[in-house]
């Protein structure tokens, strides 16, 4: 297979931070790239484990990233905040659909399911409007 480009983002994990992943891309107004992706927390690395949603901007075309910020933190009834996907809506917005993870209250992961839910930012995602469920 002919290889195409390179690794453009990578971090390591570590204590309390057992996997990271489901990331996307978007390019900003000014240039910057923005990367979102899942970070889980705690000693579990599996799809129930807790996550939020984190940041890293890139200057130079993905070739080094900035320090990593929360995006959207989740909140106490969600399991986590998983799978990412930015875009760049008609009016220029930028929207993301990412999912949210629940847990029944017995802790059951076989009955565990996903909604997907829409946020939009008009400022380049300094802030976020309210959450909107896209999935019953």
């Given at each position: 297979?002919?290889?195409?480009?390179?690794?453009?983002?990578?971090?390591?994990?570590?204590?309390n931070n057992p996997?990271?992943?489901?990331?996307?891309?978007?390019?900003?107004?000014?240039?910057?790239?923005?990367?979102?992706?899942?970070?889980?927390?705690?000693?579990?690395?599996?799809?129930?484990?807790?996550?939020?949603?984190?940041?890293?901007?890139?200057?130079?075309?993905?070739?080094?990233?900035?320090?990593?910020?929360?995006?959207?933190?989740?909140?106490?009834?969600?399991?986590?905040?998983?799978?990412?996907?930015?875009?760049?809506?008609?009016?220029?917005?930028?929207?993301?659909?990412?999912?949210?993870?629940?847990?029944?209250?017995?802790?059951?992961?076989?009955?565990?399911?996903?909604?997907?839910?829409?946020?939009?930012?008009?400022?380049?995602?300094?802030?976020?409007?309210?959450?909107?469920?896209c999935t019953p």
């Amino acid at each position: 297979m002919k290889k195409i480009g390179h690794e453009v983002a990578f971090w390591a994990t570590g204590d309390n931070n057992p996997r990271n992943g489901e990331c996307d891309f978007i390019r900003l107004h000014d240039g910057r790239i923005l990367c979102a992706y899942s970070r889980f927390y705690g000693e579990r690395w599996s799809d129930y484990a807790p996550a939020d949603l984190v940041g890293r901007y890139s200057l130079d075309e993905g070739e080094t990233w900035g320090e990593e910020f929360i995006l959207l933190q989740r909140d106490a009834g969600a399991q986590n905040f998983m799978c990412p996907n930015l875009m760049r809506l008609p009016n220029g917005d930028m929207g993301l659909i990412y999912g949210r993870k629940y847990t029944p209250n017995d802790g059951s992961e076989l009955k565990a399911y996903t909604e997907k839910w829409f946020i939009r930012s008009a400022d380049e995602g300094k802030t976020w409007s309210t959450p909107v469920r896209c999935t019953p």
